[in-house]
């Protein structure tokens, strides 16, 4: 009789340890399981935000190429058609094309500001009542591709216009969307050349036809 309590309690401490590690199991099992799931998908954020730091890395690559060769480049300035049409005309015409590129392209206007003439600029100092001058700031909101496509809609304009600053983030909440702080200077003369210069071989250095422009 002692001998069979003796079985009884061992088969009872077994079970009992048993049950300990089934409850422990149990109760481990499930987070261990949460964590494995949280580490996947940390690693699947990861590797995410890698894919989509290397396409900014294309775009700015491809922007910076853009606008260097936007500012080498040797584009003619924008004259009017008609004289005296006030500066506020001539920003309009260079304007509406600069949002006519963004809504072409499925860019977003999310703010946006203007300037006249700022001072710093060589054709302000130089030839202030021979060209008119405008800083366009824009905050803009789009995908990859079509901001690609604006930049390269922009070195393509017949007309000259400088990339003051371009600044190129992902939107915290949805990283496949760009935020971009875009800056336009946009050139236009006061009155048609051939008003101001006559013929093109007595228009002055900064006439803008197929002159190096300021930097």
């Not at 990339?163 to 050139?187: A, C, F, G, M, W």
């Not at 236009?188 to 210069?197: G, R």
């Amino acid at each position: 009789m002692d001998k069979n309590k003796r079985y009884y309690g061992v088969i009872l401490f077994c079970v009992i340890v048993i049950g300990l590690i089934v409850g422990a199991y149990m109760m481990i099992a499930p987070q261990a399981q949460q964590l494995k799931s949280l580490e996947s998908q940390v690693a699947a954020k990861q590797t995410e935000e890698a894919e989509l730091q290397k396409k900014i890395e294309v775009v700015q690559g491809k922007i910076k190429k853009i606008k260097d060769s936007i500012g080498s480049s040797q584009k003619k300035i924008y004259s009017p058609v008609e004289s005296d049409l006030g500066n506020e005309t001539l920003f309009f015409t260079l304007y509406n094309d600069v949002i006519e590129m963004l809504h072409a392209n499925s860019v977003k206007i999310r703010a946006i500001d203007y300037a006249y003439n700022p001072n710093a600029d060589n054709f302000v100092r130089f030839g202030k009542d021979v060209y008119f001058v405008c800083d366009v700031n824009m905050e803009l909101v789009s995908n990859y591709v079509n901001l690609g496509k604006l930049i390269q809609d922009i070195y393509q304009y017949p007309y000259y216009i400088r990339i003051n600053e371009l600044e190129v983030k992902p939107y915290q909440k949805d990283k496949k969307i760009l935020i971009t702080n875009l800056s336009l200077r946009l050139y236009a003369h006061t009155a048609p050349e051939e008003a101001m210069f006559g013929s093109s071989s007595e228009a002055p250095a900064l006439n803008g036809a197929n002159t190096s422009l300021p930097q």
